[in-house]
């Protein structure tokens, strides 16, 4: 039962009905080494069944959603290999959670530099099989960034180690980087670390509206400077997440006495809709979420019209780490094209206040559905000049199905991530409603995302930026990709000929084309 769902918000609303899910894997088993994992590999082969990997199962794409067959949970193969401080690298198994990872390295005063909001929760293979970013991707890059080898058993059973950096021959470490395991299962990998940073300086930022602080980020990047952490709230994500009264308590800015007071009530009504849900009570959730989130046209609507009168701007939280003096330079010179594009200083209390609140939100969705709501995020990504059009394209599709919000981060010199937040009520409300509310949540569920997917694709915008593909995405690979999906199942031909390793993820089921 454990093992028949992921984090995938489609697995959840069957745990909030109270409905059973009706396709269980057969079997589930906890390999130690390479030699286990080929073992199972060929039985699976030779069987012709199927044979999903396992990390720690806090994917929300249904990348680990098995339908019968054997799982193959990883996280006995935990171990920290190697550290070499010479040559700046760690070798580790992939069951192994980032928190303990990044613990190791912390003791040879080390950094991989990676850290998603589920470090305590995820596990560094699993970072492997999807592309997973971390929060201080902008300095350190994405894992397909750092990583310089792994060790991938096949679907044939064969072990091959694959490394990026060999002359005359294609990057199949790249290809197996973020495959979900469709094309072999990771044993091990090395990854570049850092030195840990000796100084960390944080910073909140006001700006009129989000298309001036996306400005203001990219004249930062394309300046040369690569902050650690750069993420923009758009206007209702900062009203909803508090942080621009928090700071303007701190440190008034100029035009403060002019915000508008939230009357208690509307106060209380916003708290029961923050992605966090940190300060709702149930009974008030229930009711709340029932009304408001029952007709979210007319909620997107109301936020429209209410969020530049309650609380004009949005936030842009951004800091920089590293030797202290090299730090410090950086922050100082950010400053000067932040200031440009129409910003205003915050000081550090709203970076401080995020910093120590960053992995809150992995563990704040079950609130959520306790109070009759579902939520889900999309992450998806574009190059500056198609990015304000695809966070524009996206609100609108979604704004029928559910609340939607935003905050921008994963920033690079040629384009950004925007990670969308969707909130819509559940179709009984209350826990334990049954099937037939369940099918009607999903159905609901399988619209949202066709839309929102529709217009990313339509945008000119990639579907993931970091939580993979798995079963929610795999109908728009073909869709973005196009005749490159007939490579993809070329290589899954050689390297899985029976198609035994994670069946239904990546697009990979889907029409095939000719090159």
Known sequence: MVYARDMWPRGLLAVAASVRPTELPEVVVWPQQTAQVQQVVHLCRRHRVPLVPFGAGSGVCGG????????????????????????STVTFEPGILGTHLEGALARHGLTLGHFPSSIMCSTAGGWLATRSAGQCSTRYGKIEDMVQEVELVAGTGEVLVLRGDEPGLPDLLQLAVGSEGTLGIITRATCAVRRAPQARCMRGWSFPWVQAACEGIRRVLQHGLRPAVVRIYDELDTLMSGQRRRALARAPAEGASEQVALEPGLERWLEVLRPDMQRA???????????????????????????????????LIVGFEG???????????AAQDLLAAGGHDLGPGPGEHWLAHRYDISF??????????????????????????????????????????AHFSHAYPDGCSIYFTFAARRQGGLPGTGPEALEA??????????????????????????????????PFMHAEHGRGMALYRALKAVLDPDGILNPGKMGLDGPAEAL
């Open 64 to 87: 680990a959603v098995a339908r019968g067959g054997v799982v193959m949970d990883l996280k006995r193969m935990r171990r920290v290999l190697a550290i070499d401080p010479e040559r």
């Open 441 to 474: 949540d999903e159905r609901r569920y399988d619209a949202l995302w066709q839309t929102a997917l529709q217009a990313v694709v339509r945008a000119g915008g990639t579907i993931s930026h970091h939580h993979g593909i798995g079963r929610l995405k795999a």
């Open 323 to 333: 030797e202290a003096a090299v730090a410090e330079a950086e922050e100082r010179a």
């Open 364 to 405: 704040q969705m079950p609130k959520a559905y306790a109070a009759g709501a579902f939520v889900d995020t999309l992450e998806v990504a574009a190059d500056w000049e198609r990015l304000l059009p695809l966070y524009e394209a996206v609100r609108e599709a979604v704004s029928a199905h559910a609340l939607v919000m």
């Open 281 to 315: 009570r149930r009974g008030l959730q229930r009711w709340l979420v029932s009304r408001a989130l029952a007709r979210p046209q007319l909620l997107n609507r109301m936020a429209g019209q209410l969020v530049p009168r309650l609380a004009p701007g949005c936030m």
